[in-house]
């Protein structure tokens, strides 16, 4: 199940992220990781310093030319440590399902 969350990014632009759920009965350090990864999706920052990038200059003026919305990819580096990192999250999720 997935949250939608609307914000102004430090550019001015109005966007809606895409962010999960915490899930009902799953690890603390599961739920510490995702809680963390919805705080960026909505422009905060998280407590290991990670911050959402957006799109550069010429990608903002391309999807600018265009009539419709658009999906962009944007980027997310937390510190190797942190529970909201891709690697932490990958571990962590594999041994909650294997312990199931």
Known sequence: ??????CT???????????PTIPDG?????REGIARRRLVATGQRCPCGAR???????QRRRAAKLKTGTVRDVFVWHEHDCPASTE???EAVREWRDSA
């Open 52 to 58: 959402l990038v957006g799109p550069n200059r010429a």
């Open 88 to 90: 932490a999250l990958i």
């Open 9 to 19: 990014t430090t550019t001015g632009e109005k966007v809606v992220s895409v962010v």
């Open 26 to 30: 799953a690890p603390d350090v599961i």
């Open 1 to 6: 199940m997935s949250d939608l969350f609307a």
